[in-house]
């Protein structure tokens, strides 16, 4: 069975500071890859998407980057942290069809002091 | 792009009916999906819709009419563990799912 792994599921870090979050799956090849954002009681924001290694779609400009650096493994990180940047980091996986549903890891609480 | 709107909080008793609806704009439709959010976890698949009409899986149903670029989730039977956010999503050509912004409901004894 397939398996996602997100962590840390918490996080405190002062602005200015970098950020590394990791996610990889298991028990599938080749899966699309997401990192949404959730602000406290809203909604979910697309930050990042990838279909392959390597190929990654950038929803909004924001001083986050991502990074597919292997089929399973999908990084998102930031050089210098802001405030605006706290918020529940949710990893999401799926098979390549239209029709596939997300699978979340169980994200991870970042907050920037 | 894609936008979604939906209602951003209901309220029922337990064993009552709620209808969460959905209107939706995108460039291309894929299909409308739904998840439940409970306070602090991740969110988890509930349905998808891809062509018009009702589907049905225990308490929940879903409904899509694709020419009103409307849906809705049904639930039934409310439980107090029904209690939770729920997310319409549509996903365009690209794979990108795109969520609104919620709809929170509290169910009441």
């Known amino acids: 069975s397939q398996t996602i792994h997100q962590w840390p599921a918490t996080l405190v870090q002062p602005v200015g500071s970098p950020l590394s979050l990791e996610c990889t799956v298991e028990g599938t090849s080749n899966p699309n890859l997401y990192w949404y954002r959730q602000a406290a009681g809203r909604g979910l924001q697309l930050l990042f998407y990838s279909v392959g290694i390597g190929q990654i779609s950038s929803e909004v400009p924001q001083n986050l980057s991502a990074s597919r650096p292997q089929d399973r493994q999908f990084i998102l990180s930031s050089k210098k942290l802001l405030l605006s940047d706290s918020g529940f980091y949710l990893c999401?996986?799926?098979?390549?069809?239209?029709?596939?549903?997300?699978?979340f890891g169980n994200g991870t609480r970042l907050t920037v002091t | 792009g894609q936008s979604l709107e939906q209602p951003s909080e209901v309220t029922a008793v337990e064993g009552a009916i709620v209808q969460i609806n959905c209107t939706y704009q995108t460039s291309g439709f894929y299909g409308l999906s739904w998840y439940q959010q409970h306070d602090g976890g991740a969110p988890t698949f509930l349905s998808y819709?891809?062509?018009?009409g009702l589907e049905e899986t225990g308490r929940f149903s879903s409904f899509l009419s694709r020419s009103d670029s409307y849906g809705y989730l049904l639930l039934q039977e409310l439980q107090m563990k029904d209690s939770a956010s729920y997310f319409c999503a549509v996903r365009d050509r690209d794979y990108k799912l795109s969520f609104g912004a919620g709809t929170t409901v509290t169910v009441r004894a």
């Open positions: 819709n891809a062509l018009d």
């Open positions: 999401a996986w799926s098979v390549t069809a239209l029709d596939s549903p997300l699978h």
